[in-house]
């Protein structure tokens, strides 16, 4: 099947170091490739993949710059990426860009199917989804479609990864530790409270955008003293499997309802448990008391972090294996395109 995968070109695919949907798109790229697939990714210019690549910009534009620039760079490669693909030889489109490619959909002249990464609550993308309610999408959770079950969802296909990159890990250090960006809905300041009130040391790596550095300096910043609580910084994949491998377990304190999350199936990968909160999509990741804790306020962080050791790792890793692999994401994507273009 000849595969068109349009990404966003913030970040490259896959991200040098943060990057949620990137490393989907890279990890569900290599994974179609490998089934023998003619893959072609739509990405930055920077991006490393083992199929066919095609740059819509140099580099990723990243954020750094302002958001009205990034916004004029995104559809500058998105008009790119609609001429180069109507007058090439795909039998597919699938867009990870958002609701920003369907404005340009009679362009491409092929079919499209495109998995929504966000929040369907927010106010823009469930105005602006709602404009094609009837395309084909793909939620990446269950819980993801409450905000707008009017959308023409034909499946819901979670995130998978590559199990073998990584290591599972049996004797873990003793620390937590907290994965993401420093945005109040992932939950860092409930993370570094939690690790105070029960005597834990937390590792933290985070990205930290320039329109949230001002939260970071004011509400993260003043409980870093380098000893209890730690911030390693932005770290890239190796990081990433070092900092959640030797973890005892993943404080994943969300103030919103994630659509998916894919930092818990990655430490999960590791055999770290995850403990989260009762919303969003974490009760579909999670399994509650076997693989991690869904908790539902500070009290109950407290009194999981007390029960980790309660946990088996293997199970953790189990869990991914059986439920969240780039081979399962793969073929459930194939035959979700097959039945699209027929």
Request: charged share 25%.
């Amino acid at each position: 099947m000849r595969i068109a995968l349009l990404a966003p070109v913030e970040e490259s695919v896959p991200p040098k170091k943060y990057g949620g949907i990137e490393t989907v798109v890279y990890n569900l790229a290599e994974e179609l490739h490998k089934q023998g697939h003619d893959v072609t990714v739509f990405a930055s210019g920077d991006s490393e993949v083992s199929c066919k690549l095609v740059p819509l910009v140099d580099k990723a534009i990243g954020s750094g710059i302002s958001k009205r620039l990034r916004e004029a760079k995104t559809y500058e490669a998105l008009v790119k990426a609609s001429q180069i693909i109507a007058n090439g030889d795909f039998d597919i489109v699938h867009n990870h860009a958002g609701w920003q490619a369907l404005l340009l959909k009679d362009l491409f002249k092929k079919p499209i199917v495109t998995t929504i990464h966000w929040i369907l609550d927010d106010a823009c993308e469930n105005e602006m989804y709602g404009h094609f309610k009837d395309m084909p999408f793909v939620s990446i959770s269950d819980s993801q479609r409450i905000p707008r079950p009017d959308l023409n969802y034909v499946a819901t296909v979670y995130h998978g990864l590559d199990p073998q990159k990584f290591r599972y890990n049996e004797t873990p250090q003793n620390y937590l530790a907290f994965l993401g960006r420093f945005s109040p809905i992932k939950g860092p300041v409930e993370a570094i409270q939690v690790a105070k009130k029960t005597g834990q040391r937390l590792v933290m790596a985070a990205k930290i955008n320039s329109f949230e550095r001002k939260y970071f300096e004011t509400e993260i910043l003043p409980h870093i003293d380098g000893d209890q609580i730690q911030y390693i910084g932005e770290i890239d994949r190796n990081g990433t499997i070092d900092l959640l491998g030797n973890a005892k377990a993943l404080l994943s304190p969300i103030q919103w309802d994630e659509p998916f999350g894919l930092t818990n199936i990655e430490s999960m990968a590791c055999g770290t448990p995850v403990i989260g909160m009762r919303r969003g999509s974490i009760p579909e990741i999670i399994i509650d008391k076997k693989t991690g804790f869904l908790c539902s306020n500070e009290d109950d962080l407290i009194k999981a972090v007390g029960l980790i050791d309660s946990i088996k790792r293997q199970d953790c890793r189990n869990h991914v294996l059986q439920n969240f692999t780039n081979d399962r994401m793969a073929k459930e994507y194939v035959a979700l395109y097959e039945k699209i273009i027929s």
